[in-house]
């Protein structure tokens, strides 16, 4: 699985609050929380990014509160991935959980900026900054990470694999 | 062994794990929110599960928007009521039943020492002030939980906090707390354990064990844990006839790290905005006049908390310009505050007090939630919020109304990662400083 996009570029420590704002989670559809994805901080980011782009972050991304909100307004919103220094535990786990890769590489994050177009095979963890020519590489995902990435989320994966009859 | 893989290794039928070891374990206890448990549901419908794996195990509380602040938090409230019903989940609590999840769970003995919970949102954490493995997940997690009773982990390393010596007056498990985030960093405890321990542990209330507990999440830690002791069992055998399940740390047990805490030099404690870990000792804050100040939330809606606010505002107004909200933690708290007389001190200081429970009173009617004292949380970037222990710091003299900030909200809660401050009387604002 290969993602190719134009890079959006965050700070560290990127909360939960900062992704879908607490006062918006009166809502579960993801279609409604991609609306106010970042709409605090970059009010402009849902109506100006493409389908597939990415985001590259600093440290401890996806910090704060548990809510599975955060990486679904991201996914909804159309990032197809994030690359970053470093995830907030719970996050991490709530990505993958829901179909949104995420790698972890420090040289990535620091060499790439607001604009460029990079590419990022999820099997090997290369990625590539197609504007300046340089590759990093992120520890690959393992492949049954990738299995539920590439499912669609832990539920197509479950489903797929037939484990919901097996686990019910 | 520690205290935390001792419990992980119990619940995953093995005599012994290690750090970095992928478990699966079963669930004592499965918990969701209003926010969070409807996409649960949602999850556990997608599956195809038809029934909880044991409804005496899952407890699915409405807190976040209570009362509902409009109709589609009154939709999601309604969605998690009518599963409950459905699914015959005995830890439904209504409205006027019920708590702050985390201040309700303990206080109807819903978890004891050795327990693993696992809960749909951050400060699930709280928990391991009573010597459970507790940790907070996403909705798929819970989801995938409600209908199988089991989930996967990764085995923590474990960093031991000890604290050693005497507190000194006013000091207590929120200034520990956040002297040891602001040792740590915002991220200093990921995918850690936080083992909190030394003398000065025991010698701390429950109520201010949770505190603590609760916040192991702002370091980003797994859990935080407190191995049982006296203090422990006498609060759990209040609660509880379940046969607790009581270990503690070897001595010989591996630590990522150990670190001593020597506290007779700790003040009380403020966190900065934007970060519960940007601690500054209050002797270094300054003068800071505050427009609201906030003692509630899952960190500190506790009856202690609320006893030490009426013992400072006892004869004491709120200063002329300073908003003070008070909301007890649970009904029972909020009970046992009105016959002690609490609620009265406060409310002839100037406070307003109500029960209610999370972030919507104060969404609602200030736009500001109590929770993290995140900028981002409040959906305005200029406010500023500070973290304190809830009896401020009234204890001062001299007060000035300088203002570094246009607009300062103190809390005294972890969703309130900023701090509160009451205040005494001059009735020009208040100062920060002891």
Known sequence: MKLLGKVWKFGDNVDTDLIIPARFLNVWDENELAKNCFTDLRPDFVTTISPGDIIVAGENFGCGSSREHAPLAIKSAGISGIIAKSFARIFYRNAFNIGLPILECKEASGNIEEGNRVSVDLATGEIGNLDTGHQFFAKPIPDFMREIVEAGGLVEYVKKKGLAEQAI | ?434
């Open chain 2, 1 to 434: 062994m520690t205290i935390t893989e001792k419990i992980l290794a119990r619940h995953a039928g093995l005599d012994h794990v290690s750090p970095g070891d992928l478990i699966e374990v079963s669930v004592d206890m499965a918990l969701a929110n209003d926010i969070t448990a409807p996409l649960a549901i949602k999850v556990f419908e997608e599956i195809g599960a038809r029934r909880v794996f044991d409804p005496y195990k899952i407890a699915l509380i409405p807190d976040h928007f209570v009362p509902n602040k409009d109709i589609e938090s009154a939709e999601q409230a309604k969605a998690m009521r009518e599963f409950s019903m459905q699914q015959k989940i005995a830890h439904y609590y209504e409205v006027g039943q019920s708590g702050i999840e985390h201040v309700l769970l303990p206080e109807k003995g819903l978890v004891i020492p050795g327990d693993l919970v696992i809960g749909a949102d951050s400060h699930t954490c709280t928990y391991g002030a009573l010597g459970a493995f507790s940790s907070g997940v996403g909705s798929t997690d819970l989801g995938l939980i409600m209908a199988t009773g089991k989930t996967w982990l990764k085995v923590p390393p474990t960093i031991k906090l000890e604290y050693e010596g005497t507190l000194l007056p006013w000091v207590g498990g929120k200034d520990l707390i956040l002297f040891t985030l602001g040792l740590l960093g915002i991220d200093g405890g990921n995918y850690r354990s936080l083992e909190f321990s030394g003398p000065v542990i025991g010698r701390l209330s429950m109520d201010q064990r949770f505190t603590m507990a609760n916040m192991a999440v702002e370091a980003g830690a797994k859990n935080g844990i407190i191995a049982p002791d006296e203090t422990t069992m006498a609060y759990v055998a209040q609660r509880s006839s379940r046969r607790p399940f009581v270990c503690t740390s070897d001595p010989e047990a591996d630590y990522e790290k150990v670190v001593k805490i020597e506290v007779g030099e700790v003040e009380p404690q403020v966190a900065f905005p934007h970060s519960p870990a940007n601690v500054r000792p209050l002797s270094e804050v300054g003068n800071v006049t505050v427009d609201q100040a906030f003692i509630g939330s899952c960190t500190n809606g506790r009856l202690e908390d609320l006893r030490q606010a009426a013992t400072v505002l006892r004869s004491r107004k709120v200063a002329k310009g300073t908003r003070l909200i008070v909301i007890p933690g649970s009904q029972l708290i909020y009970s046992q505050a009105i016959k002690e007389g609490i609620v009265q001190t406060l409310m002839d200081a100037g406070a307003v007090s109500w029960c209610g429970y999370l972030p919507s009173q104060l969404w609602t009617l200030s736009r500001w939630s109590p929770g993290r004292p995140s900028r981002w949380r409040t959906g305005n970037l200029d406010n500023e919020q500070k973290l304190y222990r809830p009896d401020g710091t009234s204890k001062k003299r001299g007060v000035s109304r300088q203002s570094s900030y246009s607009s300062c909200i103190c809390c005294f809660g972890t969703h309130c990662r900023s701090g509160g401050a009451l205040n005494e009387t001059s009735g020009e604002g208040m100062e920060i400083r002891r």
